[in-house]
């Protein structure tokens, strides 16, 4: 069974900058996984950030940035601000028809 | 613009059967694959089903396969989710999510969700 890993929990300072991570239990991530990224509020429905790694959804800001890092996929936020404090989910394609979501990082603004 | 609304949701005791429907506006539903994504309550979300923009193809999630149901009327504009065989552990919030036209593997529009809490 894949299991697709995220950090529970991430701090950073506001104007700071935080990666977060996701990866795969058995495995690299690849581009091939096409990651994408969703920013979610407690009761809101989730919005998209990133998608196919590093392609910024309509309206992100560019202080969002996806990559590849060494085996897994990272988002960026790049001085950060307080309403970014939210969970981060990320996503892989599994090339079967089967999606997997990570179990999110809450995101902690202080 | 692109709206997703989800409707359905609702109590039902574990063993029985409930269906969702998602309906679809500001696109062309028929020329797209949709997805339901859940979430329990204070949780993470879970990808449980996807439908090709025609039907033919679908897949889900392992801890619903066999159970649920995912399937579409594009007559309708309309994504439904049957779930059979309800569990404690399918109590969450169901949205659905539109699939991205480009090829490249992501949910581009989400609903507001709709809650399905599964009690005796």
Redesign the interface.
């Known amino acids: 069974?894949t299991v697709v890993t995220q950090e529970p929990s991430f701090s950073v300072s506001p104007g700071g900058t935080v990666t977060l991570t996701c990866g795969l239990s058995s495995g690299s991530v690849s581009t091939t996984h096409?990651p994408?990224w969703?920013q979610?509020t407690p009761g809101q429905?989730?919005?998209?950030l990133i998608?196919?790694t590093n392609?910024r959804?309509s309206g992100v800001p560019d202080r969002f940035s996806g990559s590849i890092l060494g085996n897994k996929a990272a988002l960026t936020i790049t001085g950060a601000q307080a309403d970014d404090e939210s969970?981060y989910?990320c996503?892989l394609?599994m090339r079967?028809?089967?999606?997997?979501?990570?179990?999110?990082t809450k995101l902690t603004v202080l | 613009q692109v709206q997703l609304v989800e409707s359905g949701g609702g109590v039902v005791q574990p063993g029985r059967s409930l269906r969702l429907s998602c309906a679809a506006s500001g696109f062309t539903f028929s020329s797209y694959g949709m997805?339901w994504?859940r979430q329990p309550p204070g949780k993470?979300?879970?990808?449980v089903a996807?439908i090709s923009f025609d039907g033919s193809?679908k897949?889900s999630?392992?801890s619903v396969k066999g159970r649920f149901i995912i399937s579409r009327d594009n007559s309708k504009n309309t994504l439904y989710l049957q779930m059979n065989s309800l569990r404690i552990e399918d109590t969450a919030v169901y949205?659905c999510a539109k699939r991205?036209g480009s090829g490249?593997?992501?949910?581009?529009y989400?609903?507001?969700?709709t809650l399905v809490t599964v009690s005796s």
Do not use: C, K, M
């Open positions: 069974q096409y994408s969703y979610q429905a989730p919005r998209t998608y196919s392609t959804s969970d989910y996503v394609y079967s028809g089967i999606w997997v979501f990570g179990g999110g | 997805h994504v993470g979300l879970e990808w996807v193809n897949y999630a392992d949205y991205d490249l593997y992501w949910f581009d989400w609903g507001q969700g």
